[in-house]
């Protein structure tokens, strides 16, 4: 069994700072890609940013420059510091892992989502 549960959203002003968290647990043997994406009311899920278990990073065009995906490998968490927050950053954040299991699956695994709304 393999949990991600993501911490950290909240209500934040216009230019405000978040960072969000991601812890990956239970039967995992290694993890590869980890990502966050978001999906805001009406819209489909999009990628926010990727990292590579290199350290290898993306990110969508709206937040180069202000959001920075970081990751932590002995504790399978990873982080998404956001700065200079928009309104139109407002959405579900979701936080994803391609990792193999112990029992030797590899998949995608998905977090619950953590709110992020920003808004004076």
């Known amino acids: 069994q393999v949990q991600l549960v993501e911490s950290g959203g909240g209500l934040v002003q216009p230019g405000g700072s978040l960072r969000l968290s991601c812890v990956a647990s239970?039967?995992?043997?290694?993890?590869?890609?980890m990502g966050w994406y978001r999906q805001a009311p009406g819209k489909q899920r999009e990628l926010v940013a990727a990292?590579?278990?290199?350290?290898?990073?993306n990110y969508a065009d709206s937040v180069k420059g202000r959001f920075t995906i970081s990751r932590d490998n002995a504790k399978n968490t990873v982080y998404l510091q956001m700065n200079s927050l928009k309104p139109e950053d407002t959405a579900v954040y979701y936080c994803?892992?391609?990792?193999?299991?112990?029992?030797?699956?590899?998949?995608?695994?998905w977090g619950q989502g953590t709110q992020v709304s920003v808004s004076s």
């Open positions: 239970g039967s995992i043997l290694s993890i590869y890609d």
């Open positions: 990292i590579t278990s290199g350290g290898s990073t």
């Open positions: 994803n892992a391609d990792l193999r299991t112990r029992t030797l699956q590899r998949r995608v695994y």
